[in-house]
């Protein structure tokens, strides 16, 4: 840690100024990775593996019951189990010694004797949201790709894993969702469903890709729970690969401020998804000159009235170029 | 029909002219997806004429079939085609039909689904087997997906998509040359000179093995491939315009193991090996050659006003040699890069009480591309008759590091304190070695003239005071790099399963930088008869050499630039949930921040977000969202304001099965305004002196943007076997802006865009359905649009199709 704090207060004037602190970082990260495997692995509780899932520091209405098998629940709930969890991929749980219903919803024998007693066994829809979904991240937190879903957006605003999945009444095909992702996401994400109806927008609609090729639903560090690309760059340039780069001449702005400072992401009401309708005055709301900073102005032989002249029919390589720092090619 | 659908989607995709082979190899790709889809029928097939067994199924068997399943060998089977045509008639401008939906006539294969999953305790190779594929035939967005899964042995993932994209809107790089009176003749230009057609194929495959095991492996292999021709330009002396023909392919391979240390703590490794390669050559393209008077044609380029290419591009009905143009012009580039990554993760919850994420990644490109660019012509300012690049290089490099870690603290059954932590870094240092030979006329010409020959050294060159060195040998180096450490806390405190509240805080800390130092290493002039090369490179700081050429050795453009950037967050959320019939959040973020990077970076910031929902009755949802954005930033002569408002209504009524009716509205206002300085012999009204260069002006730039969207739309079945819908959407945009030049169109500033539709379907049997479909488009642009061609145009396009099921 001694690492991180030297990093803050590094001398703006040094030699290893523009040097980002790859080493420095690294070790930090490896540190903290150490002390949770540690910690972790000093825990004599853990060290074995648990019979429930909610085995920690879940409430359990289930504590002292015994597993009864699914060929019991099968006995009372045979509508959900043949209709609804036989050709679930959770049926398979059944094909590997575990229990079946019970890993979810708790070891049954308490519920059976008590003569079907709904306060013997784990009801979900009698849990809050965060802890609904802390059952089903028992097994599912090791997908790297749910593993940050408890500091998730999602999660902080109430939505669980069941406002999006259903283990007995899916109605997508994918990965048990309530409905098709699309639709699914529009249902709180009107505003997103009105940008990519605008004429020049991504193609969501008509299923080209999806939401969750950007935006990892089940959280991310990034804002708006953004998915990035290799080396960290911008989602964006998965497809828009010709973006990427490196340029030897940047345009500074397209990798600090990232596609959204000129375009917007869903759909627009303006050519090529941009921010204004004109591209001369996306051009000159920067390159306007700034007492104190070197961002180059428009020349004044750019005359703005002398004919109607797109800034980027001679700037061509806007993005980034290899041969021009005008970006002219 | 299965085959038979599936060899018409392999033998009907594109639309391109052409014989028959250069169809195939063209389909050669999009065949890979078809051919699964045969392989893929086969199997039902082939079971089908074994496997079907006599009256008296398993109750599992039966209730599978009800669910719209077969069961065939043990495997539940869900299968669709749909196969048909489009019939496509259009009015108006088919540049702008294009750009938007270039949806055109011919044979299709609409959609195609196919789900298989094995009866339980079935031993079968897969659990889960779902494939599906649409647009085949020629619509510009086709795409096949095919996943299949085996629980705690594999999932595989293997996806296809592929997206025309046509664009030609007559605004966007338009020279829109108008009536001159400095330029003889005048040659209009009303489109956009800046048309593409890209094509974009992207093929991914992830398999995972082992998944849920204590060690699992992951192997991803993806390949994005961008092509296309495109017209583009290039600056000089006068704009040219090139066909472009570009070609991008990002292959991605990528594997990695995860390990399961202890029980819910997974450590993860992944390699990620990412090749990119650019070849995008340019070559001169005609717009409007003229011939000289030796019969030379010459070519003047898109702007015909205001001096460009020259005053009189005419003398006697032949090219003015005295004018900028080109004689011919070719580049090429070969831009390769390889950026390797490697990436840790760790995933635990077995401390109790805590869950801990934590990801870091290392990245190290390395890109490089030659250029090879020759120019014939004239540049009439400097005298360039003639220039190369051949020899120069680029070179630059991507460095970054992007490590998080989250922590989530259960403190108690409803309480929770999440901590996360990001830093991103990057540093991108690049160079340019510019090897450039500029070629003038003979030193015994009055004037440079583009008919005139070139001059090899030693004979001594026409140079003016304008003129670049004969030798160009700079280099060129460029250092940008930025980090941002971000640590957000916030408590959470779940009052009970219906209400909920957090609190948090959020610090951002951003260091941009950026270093330029150009050198001449050196350049180069050689003597001339007047001197000129001489003084030019002596004012420069360059020496004389005794051969008598001049070289400039030493910096001449150097600069360094950090910015920090401190950013406050305070947030706070809620959301409320009275049962399954009504649910609403809210959320709230303040900003604000110590300093900028541009004139439009907000110091400032709110934002507010809600959502509702509420089910009155088990058929009826209705839904409310609102969306505030505001931004301002008012140092110096900024100015700086913007904000997106947005809010929306929807309702989705279903009474019963036969009727489903769905309506939404949504309205934004986008709106941002600064300060802008600009040079214009035309003053907007209110203009001053621009603060920081009071020799152009400075006024208030504004956008204001209103969008409208409606959407409704009824389904409902007539009768048993007849379902039809009906619907409309409508957009309507209206704004202002600041207007510059008075001549300028506004383009899509202004316009109405409607969509109403039709269809019906007809279930003739049990497994097929036909289906008739009508979808009208109509795009009307309201705002001044000068002399450029209307953008209008409505399109109906009929759909007649058959879909069998089973």
Not at chain 1, 21 to 40: E, I, T, V, Y
Not at chain 1, 279 to 292: E, G, K, R, W, Y
Not at chain 2, 573 to 584: H, L
Not at chain 2, 734 to 747: A, F, H, K, Y
Request: charged residues 15%; proline residues 6%.
């Amino acid at each position: 840690m001694e690492d991180c704090r030297r990093e803050s207060k590094a001398n703006p004037d040094s030699a290893t100024y523009f040097r980002p602190p790859a080493r420095k970082w690294f070790r930090c990260f490896a540190l903290a990775s150490a002390f949770f495997l540690c910690s972790a692995a000093a825990l004599p509780a853990t060290t074995p593996p648990p019979k429930q899932p909610d085995d920690q520091h879940l409430a359990d209405p289930t504590a002292g019951s015994k597993f009864v098998g699914a060929d019991t629940c099968k006995g009372c709930h045979s509508d959900i189990y043949e209709k609804n969890f036989a050709n679930t991929p959770h049926a398979a749980l059944l094909k590997d010694g575990k229990h079946g219903c019970e890993d979810c919803h708790g070891a049954g024998s308490a519920h059976v004797d008590g003569g079907g007693d709904k306060t013997k066994i784990i009801v979900f829809s009698s849990l809050s949201p965060a802890e609904a979904s802390r059952r089903c991240m028992v097994c599912h937190q090791s997908n790297l790709e749910n593993s940050a879903f408890s500091q998730s957006v999602h999660l902080s605003q109430g939505v669980g894993c069941l406002s999006c999945h259903s283990p007995h009444h899916a109605a997508a095909p994918e990965a048990l969702l309530i409905k098709s992702q699309t639709q699914l996401c529009y249902g709180c994400h009107a505003q997103q469903k009105a940008e990519f109806a605008r004429p020049y927008r991504h193609r969501v609609d008509v299923g080209l890709i999806k939401c969750s090729d950007c935006h990892n639903p089940h959280g991310s560090f990034h804002d708006r729970q953004l998915r990035s690309a290799d080396g960290g760059m911008e989602v964006c340039t998965k497809c828009h690969s010709e973006k990427v780069g490196p340029f030897s001449f940047e345009h500074m702005p397209v990798k600090q401020e990232g596609c959204g400072g000129c375009h917007t992401p869903h759909g627009s009401t303006n050519p090529r998804q941009l921010r204004v309708s004109q591209v001369n005055m996306l051009c000159l709301q920067c390159h306007s000159p700034i007492a104190n900073r070197d961002t180059p102005e428009a020349p004044s032989f750019h005359n703005q009235s002398a004919k109607y002249q797109a800034c980027t029919l001679c700037h061509t390589q806007i993005h980034g170029s290899n041969f021009d720092e005008f970006f002219f090619r | 029909m299965r085959a038979e659908s599936a060899y018409r989607c392999c033998s009907t995709h594109g639309q391109k002219p052409g014989g028959f082979l250069p169809s195939l190899v063209e389909a050669m790709p999009e065949a890979i997806p078809c051919l699964i889809l045969v392989l893929l029928c086969s199997i039902p097939l082939h079971a089908q004429g074994a496997g079907q067994g006599p009256t008296g199924r398993p109750a599992d068997v039966e209730a599978a079939e009800m669910d719209n399943g077969k069961v065939i060998n043990n495997y539940v089977i869900r299968q669709s085609v749909e196969f048909g045509g489009r019939i496509t008639s259009l009015n108006g401008s088919s540049a702008m039909y294009d750009t938007l939906l270039n949806e055109q006539s011919g044979p299709r294969l609409f959609q195609q689904s196919l789900i298989i999953q094995p009866m339980a305790n079935t031993r079968a190779p897969f659990d889960n087997l779902y494939f599906e594929s649409f647009g085949w035939g020629g619509d510009p967005s086709n795409a096949a997906r095919l996943r299949i899964t085996k629980r705690g042995l594999y999932n595989l993932g293997v996806n296809f998509r592929r997206d025309q994209n046509y664009f030609d809107y007559d605004l966007l790089a338009n020279p829109l040359n108008l009536a001159s009176t400095t330029a003889l003749p005048t040659i209009y230009v009303n489109n956009s000179p800046h048309r593409m057609y890209l094509r974009r194929r992207m093929y991914d495959l992830n398999l995972t093995l082992l998944p849920q095991h204590t060690f699992s492996f992951r192997i991803d292999f993806s390949r994005n491939r961008n092509e296309g021709p495109s017209f583009s330009s290039v600056h000089q002396g006068t704009e040219a315009l090139l066909n472009q023909q570009f070609s991008t392919t990002q292959n991605t391979l990528r594997f990695g193991a995860a390990w399961r240390v202890l029980h819910r703590t997974t450590l993860t490794f992944t390699e990620s090996l990412q090749f990119l390669k650019n070849d995008t050559d340019d070559t001169l393209a005609t717009f409007n050659t003229v011939l000289a008077a030796n019969g030379t044609p010459v070519e003047f380029g898109l702007p015909w006003l205001g001096g460009s290419p020259c005053a009189s591009p005419l003398v006697g009905g032949f090219a003015n040699p005295s004018c900028n143009g080109y004689l011919s012009y070719t580049r090429t580039m070969r831009y390769r890069n390889y950026l390797p990554s490697e990436q840790l993760n760790l995933a635990s919850s077995s401390i109790p009480h805590v869950d801990f994420t934590g990801r870091f990644m290392y990245s190290n490109a390395d890109a490089n591309t030659p250029l090879a660019e020759n120019f014939d012509g004239l540049i009439s300012r400097s005298g360039v008759r003639q220039s190369n690049t051949n020899g120069t290089t680029a070179h630059a490099s991507w460095v970054s590091e992007d490590a998080d870690a989250g922590v989530t603290v259960h403190l108690g059954s409803h309480l929770r304190l999440v901590e996360t932590f990001r830093f991103y870094a990057y540093r991108i240092p690049g160079t340019m070695n510019l090897l450039q030979n500029n070629f003038f006329n003979l030193s015994t010409a009055t004037s440079p003239s583009i008919l005139g020959p070139v001059a090899i050294y030693p004979v001594p060159p026409l140079h003016s005071s304008s003129s670049p060195p004969d030798v160009q040998n700079d280099v060129y180096n460029r250092f940008v790099q930025q980090s941002t450490k971000t640590n957000e806390l916030s408590l959470h405190y779940d009052v009970s399963r219906h209400f909920g509240v957090r609190l948090g805080y959020l610090y951002r800390n951003i260091f941009d930088a950026h270093q330029w130092l150009s050198t001449s290493n050196p350049d180069t002039y050689y003597p001339d008869p007047k001197g000129t090369s001489t003084t030019t490179c002596l004012a420069a700081g360059g020496a004389v050499n005794p051969d008598g050429t001049c070289t400039v050795v030493g910096p001449f453009d150097n600069e360094n630039e950090p910015i920090t950037i401190q950013q406050h967050w305070a947030i706070a959320g809620a959301w409320y949930r009275m049962s399954e019939k009504f649910r609403v959040d809210g959320e709230l973020r303040l900003m604000s921040a110590d300093n900028y990077l541009t004139r439009i970076d907000p110091r400032s910031e709110r934002q507010y977000r809600a959502n509702a929902s509420f089910t009155p009755k088990p058929w009826l949802t209705l839904a409310a969202n609102l969306n505030l954005r505001e931004q301002r930033n008012l140092t110096q002569d900024f100015n700086y304001n913007a904000h997106v408002r947005n809010i929306g209504f929807s309702a989705i009524a279903s009474p019963n099965r036969r009727l489903t009716v769905d309506a939404a509205y949504n309205y934004t206002n986008t709106a941002q305004s600064n300060n802008l300085c600009y040079a214009g012999t035309f003053v907007a009204p209110g203009s001053t002196p621009c603060v920081n260069d009071n020799t152009i002006n400075e006024v208030l730039g504004f956008y204001s943007n209103h969008t409208h969207y409606g959407s409704a739309s009824v389904m409902f079945k007539p009768v048993h076997r007849v379902s039809a819908a009906l619907g409309y959407s409508i957009i309507n945009v209206d704004g202002s802006e600041l207007i510059l030049n008075v001549l300028q169109p506004l383009g899509p500033l202004s316009y109405r865009y409607h969509q109403p539709l039709a269809n019906i379907g007809v279930q003739l049997t049990k497994q097929i359905e036909f289906r008739a479909g009508w979808n009208y488009y109509q795009y009307n642009e309201n705002s001044f649009i000068g002399p450029t061609a209307p953008r209008y145009f409505h399109a109906n396009l009929t759909n007649l199709s058959l879909k069998y099921s089973f």
